[in-house]
T-cell receptor, first 109, second 112 residues
Framework: QKEVEQNSGPLSVPEGAIASLNCTYS??????FFWYRQYSGKSPELIMS????GDKEDGRFTAQLNKASQYVSLLIRDSQPSDSATYLC?????????FGAGTTVTVRA | EADIYQTPRYLVIGTGKKITLECSQT?????MYWYQQDPGMELHLIHY???????EKGDLSSESTVSRIRTEHFPLTLESARPSHTSQYLC???????????FGQGTRLTVV
C-alpha cells in the first residue's frame, strides 16, 4: 500500500466551478498534512497546511482533515484558469514529507 | 517568501563524470531534504538532514551522497553519473518545529 494516495486524474472543471481533490494516507500516527500546487516544469509550492480535524479555509481554498478516516481533501472554489496545475497531497511521516502522485486539474474557460 | 536556491538549474553531463548539485537556504532552517522527480511522476525523498553533521537516506534508494557541514548548505554529489540518473532534483527545507517544506527551483539533470 502506498503511503499517500490521491484520486486519479485528470480532473477537468469549468471556470467558476468547485474542484474537489481527495487524498488518503496509511500512517495513522501522522499529524501534519499539506497541499502543494505544481505547475508544469516548476517546483512545488505550498498552498495549505492542516493539523487538526475539520476544515481550514484560506481564500478560495478549503482543506478538510479526518484523522479517523485517514483522509484529507482540498476544495478549490470559483476555479480559475490559473488554478490549472497538478495538486500534490503531502503527509509528514517523521523523516520528511511523503507525497502522493498528484491530481492534475484543468480549468476550462 | 522562501529563500532556497539551487544551482545549476540545468545540467547536461557525460556518463562517468562526478557532479555536485548545490542547495543553499537563508532561512536558518534546521531540516533539509533532497527529492527526485521524473517528468509527470511523483516526488521521492532520497536524502534528509535534521541539522549539521546529520544525514539520512530517504525512501528511494539513490547512488548519490550528501553532506551537511553548514546549516545553510546541503549539496548532493554523484561520483559517477549514469543515464539512469537523468531526472529533476529538488531541494527543500523546513524550520524547527514545523514540517512545511519550501522548495528550491530544482536542477534538471541530463546524463548522456
Amino acid at each position: 500500500q502506498k503511503e499517500v494516495e490521491q484520486n486519479s486524474g485528470p480532473l477537468s472543471v469549468p471556470e467558476g466551478a468547485i474542484a474537489s481533490l481527495n487524498c488518503t494516507y496509511s500512517d495513522r500516527g501522522s499529524q501534519s498534512f499539506f497541499w502543494y500546487r505544481q505547475y508544469s516544469g516548476k517546483s512545488p509550492e505550498l498552498i495549505m497546511s492542516i493539523y487538526s480535524n475539520g476544515d481550514k479555509e484560506d481564500g478560495r481554498f478549503t482543506a478538510q482533515l479526518n484523522k479517523a478516516s485517514q483522509y484529507v481533501s482540498l476544495l478549490i472554489r470559483d476555479s480559475q484558469p490559473s488554478d490549472s496545475a497538478t495538486y500534490l497531497c503531502a503527509v509528514n511521516m517523521g523523516n520528511g514529507l511523503s507525497f502522493g502522485a498528484g491530481t492534475t486539474v484543468t480549468v476550462r474557460a | 517568501e522562501a529563500d532556497i536556491y539551487q544551482t545549476p538549474r540545468y545540467l547536461v553531463i557525460g556518463t562517468g563524470k562526478k557532479i555536485t548539485l548545490e542547495c543553499s537556504q537563508t532561512m536558518g532552517h534546521d531540516k533539509m531534504y533532497w527529492y527526485q522527480q521524473d517528468p509527470g511522476m511523483e516526488l521521492h525523498l532520497i536524502h534528509y538532514s535534521y541539522g549539521v553533521n546529520s544525514t539520512e537516506k530517504g525512501d528511494l534508494s539513490s547512488e548519490s551522497t550528501v553532506s551537511r557541514i553548514r546549516t545553510e548548505h546541503f549539496p548532493l554529489t554523484l561520483e559517477s553519473a549514469r543515464p539512469s540518473h537523468t531526472s529533476q532534483y529538488l531541494c527543500a527545507s523546513s524550520g524547527t518545529g514545523w514540517w512545511e517544506a519550501f522548495f528550491g527551483q530544482g536542477t534538471r539533470l541530463t546524463v548522456v
